[in-house]
């Protein structure tokens, strides 16, 4: 159990590491798939510009932020020498009752004064110095967003004129193949359907013609059979009557031809009103009757279908 256990989780660490392999891979190539076409549509450009001008804002925020700082210093500068002046002109207000101090402490803020008023200028000018940069980075920013805005309008452009290109290219194409269709296509599709058409035509008259030569085969085996059964009778009548010639009485036969001779009736009876001779009679007639009536009907059929 802690074997399967152990080679199931180092499946599983090794399917993770493929995964992370192949998701690293997949990203490094559509990156450099993506440089690849920015390079070829000329939006590499545009992503410099964008760069620019992050860059540009992030130089103008430090700008404007020493700016604060300095303007700071120059308020500070001003109100530290504002309070020195106070405390001199305090001074020269009782100028009359100095002391040794008062007068240690006038040249002490005598040359605080200067030092601030020294300072207080150099703090102006690096406000002013600050305010010239920021002003210069903001027009450098303003010019960096125009430039930028102007390269995406060529860009746009540029990929609206080959959008229109592609889709007049696409119709072109659309166009070609829906008359290629027409020409080559559909013909070929008409002679292919009725070849097909014609084929199927072809095997289902070889079907007929073969079923028509079966069902004559059959007819004609039947007719024969007919034809075969008819003579049997005949031959079986023409020697059953053969049969009751002989075996009537001749006094009979001589009344018969008697009676022929005098053209009177003979007055036996004829030789069908025999029990015997009418029960064949009526079997034969009715045989040959039945035969000849299904032969003819099937002759009839059978012509009928040969000449449809």
Same mark, same amino acid.
């Given at each position: 159990?802690?074997?399967? *256990?152990?080679? &199931?989780?180092?499946?599983?660490?090794?399917?993770?590491?493929?995964?992370?392999?192949? *998701?690293?891979? *997949?990203?490094?190539?559509?990156?450099?798939?993506?440089?690849?076409? $920015?390079?070829?549509?000329g939006?590499?450009?545009?992503?410099t510009?964008?760069?620019?001008?992050?860059?540009?804002?992030?130089?103008i925020?430090?700008?404007?932020?020493?700016?604060?700082?300095a303007?700071?210093?120059?308020?500070? #500068?001003?109100?530290? !020498?504002?309070?020195?002046?106070?405390?001199? $002109?305090?001074?020269?207000?009782?100028?009359?009752?100095?002391?040794?101090?008062?007068?240690?402490? &006038?040249?002490?803020?005598?040359?605080?004064?200067?030092?601030?008023?020294? %300072?207080?200028?150099?703090?102006?000018?690096?406000?002013?110095? $600050?305010?010239?940069?920021?002003?210069?980075?903001?027009?450098?920013?303003?010019?960096?967003?125009? #430039?930028?805005?102007?390269?995406?309008?060529?860009?746009?452009?540029?990929?609206?004129?080959?959008?229109?290109? /592609?889709?007049?290219?696409?119709? /072109?194409? $659309?166009?070609?193949?829906?008359?290629?269709?027409?020409?080559?296509?559909?013909?070929?599709k008409?002679? !292919?359907?009725?070849? *097909? &058409?014609?084929?199927?035509?072809?095997?289902?008259?070889?079907?007929?013609?073969?079923?028509?030569?079966? /069902?004559?085969?059959?007819?004609?085996? !039947?007719?024969?059979k007919?034809?075969?059964?008819?003579?049997?009778?005949?031959?079986?009548?023409?020697?059953?009557?053969?049969?009751?010639?002989?075996?009537?009485?001749?006094?009979?036969?001589?009344?018969?031809?008697?009676?022929?001779?005098?053209?009177?009736?003979?007055? %036996?009876?004829?030789?069908?009103? %025999?029990?015997?001779?009418?029960?064949?009679?009526?079997?034969?007639?009715?045989?040959?009757?039945?035969?000849?009536?299904?032969? /003819?009907?099937?002759?009839?059929? #059978?012509?009928?279908? &040969?000449?449809?």
């Amino acid at each position: 159990m802690a074997l399967a *256990t152990a080679g &199931f989780k180092q499946q599983t660490d090794e399917l993770r590491q493929r995964t992370d392999e192949f *998701t690293q891979k *997949t990203s490094t190539k559509l990156s450099q798939l993506g440089s690849q076409l $920015n390079r070829v549509t000329g939006y590499e450009q545009i992503d410099t510009l964008k760069q620019r001008v992050v860059e540009q804002e992030a130089r103008i925020k430090a700008t404007r932020q020493a700016a604060r700082e300095a303007k700071t210093a120059y308020d500070d #500068a001003v109100l530290q !020498r504002s309070l020195s002046q106070r405390q001199v $002109n305090e001074l020269l207000q009782r100028k009359s009752s100095w002391t040794d101090s008062d007068v240690s402490a &006038f040249t002490s803020l005598v040359r605080s004064d200067h030092h601030l008023e020294q %300072h207080e200028v150099t703090t102006k000018a690096k406000v002013s110095e $600050n305010e010239d940069a920021l002003d210069r980075e903001f027009g450098e920013l303003m010019r960096a967003i125009l #430039a930028r805005y102007h390269e995406e309008q060529v860009w746009s452009d540029k990929i609206r004129s080959a959008s229109t290109y /592609g889709s007049m290219m696409v119709l /072109g194409v $659309n166009v070609v193949v829906f008359i290629m269709a027409i020409v080559v296509v559909e013909p070929w599709k008409r002679r !292919r359907l009725a070849q *097909t &058409f014609e084929k199927k035509v072809e095997e289902m008259a070889a079907e007929t013609q073969a079923l028509i030569e079966s /069902g004559s085969a059959k007819l004609d085996e !039947r007719l024969v059979k007919q034809e075969r059964l008819i003579s049997e009778i005949v031959e079986r009548a023409a020697h059953d009557t053969r049969e009751l010639y002989s075996s009537l009485p001749v006094p009979a036969v001589i009344a018969s031809v008697a009676g022929k001779q005098a053209g009177t009736r003979p007055e %036996h009876p004829s030789i069908w009103s %025999h029990p015997v001779s009418r029960i064949i009679q009526d079997r034969e007639v009715l045989l040959v009757v039945g035969s000849a009536i299904a032969g /003819g009907a099937i002759t009839l059929a #059978a012509r009928s279908l &040969f000449g449809s």
